[in-house]
């Protein structure tokens, strides 16, 4: 995932070619508000299949009401992506309703601080949401994903709170740019480390992010695993990539931010249904201020 190379990408004319149909099944985690809940009603206004999942159930039976009333008809089924056994359950269930999948978002996620606050109170939960989750889920649904000319899509919602440059740690940042023989059990290890420094209350001195610290580390170890992905799936029919929506306005940011939900999940959905021809793997998307979305 190239960290210094960049390529701007219009939000406007990025759906020019349709290749997906009804038969396109798209599953979006922590879809009951937010970024989730748009990009599911932004997939189902595009005519895909859209599975909601939300942790709470009530939350996303409503959720899925509200856009029934919009004429948009989508699946749900209850996610908590932090339980392993919850993931198990949706996979059996996924497999046997639908047997195959096209897309995969990535999209539930924690944060405990407001902004302008750091504590690491609930680090563990954090890092077991964000990551574990993700990659629980993913290796779950990973046999299921459809291999063809359009390619399995997993796209992971992240943030440049994530990004190698605000790791000061030179141990961890030379493992993690070591591509070549970056594992998934030094990813792992990474996270016990931080956990340990965590609970011994020695992390600020051990170059961790310094701006939501847990939440940081949780993405930084989410780019890392997509990496990892995505080249163990180069050229066999899987992309996965990230994508940093910037400050969106969101209950995780208290409603502030310098766009909505609804123009996040737009430039989500243009990421995940490009072109076949077009389509890459490996990269992070990060929102420009300029309202116009950069691949580093």
């Not at 690491?120 to 000319?149: C, Q």
């Amino acid at each position: 995932m190239a960290l210094k190379e960049q390529e701007t990408i219009l939000v406007t004319p990025c759906l020019p070619i349709r290749w997906w149909s009804k038969e396109t099944v798209a599953v979006v985690t922590g879809a009951n508000k937010g970024i989730g809940f748009a990009l599911v009603k932004r997939l189902a206004e595009l005519g895909l299949t859209v599975v909601l999942t939300a942790r709470d159930i009530g939350r996303g039976l409503n959720a899925v009401e509200l856009l029934k009333n919009e004429g948009l008809h989508v699946y749900f089924f209850p996610l908590d992506v932090s339980e392993l056994a919850s993931i198990k359950i949706f996979a059996s269930w996924f497999q046997e309703k639908f047997g195959t999948l096209d897309i995969l978002v990535n999209n539930a996620g924690v944060s405990f601080n407001d902004i302008g606050e750091n504590s690491v109170e609930h680090a563990e939960i954090v890092i077991k949401t964000n990551f574990y989750g993700s990659k629980w889920l993913t290796e779950a649904l990973l046999p299921m994903f459809r291999r063809s000319d359009s390619a399995g899509r997993i796209l992971n919602i992240s943030s440049r709170l994530g990004l190698l440059n605000k790791l000061k740690n030179p141990k961890l940042r030379e493992m993690l740019l070591d591509e070549e023989k970056l594992s998934e059990d030094q990813i792992d290890g990474m996270m016990k480390l931080f956990i340990e420094n965590v609970k011994s209350e020695t992390w600020k001195s051990h170059g961790w992010p310094e701006v939501w610290t847990d939440y940081a580390v949780s993405k930084l170890a989410l780019n890392a695993h997509s990496r990892i992905l995505a080249k163990r799936f180069q050229g066999l029919g899987l992309s996965v990539n990230c994508f940093c929506p910037g400050f969106t306005q969101t209950s995780m940011t208290g409603g502030k931010g310098k766009h909505t939900s609804e123009a996040a999940a737009e430039v989500a959905a243009c990421l995940v249904l490009l072109p076949p021809e077009k389509l890459l793997t490996g990269k992070f998307y990060v929102a420009s201020s300029a309202g116009v979305y950069s691949k580093l």
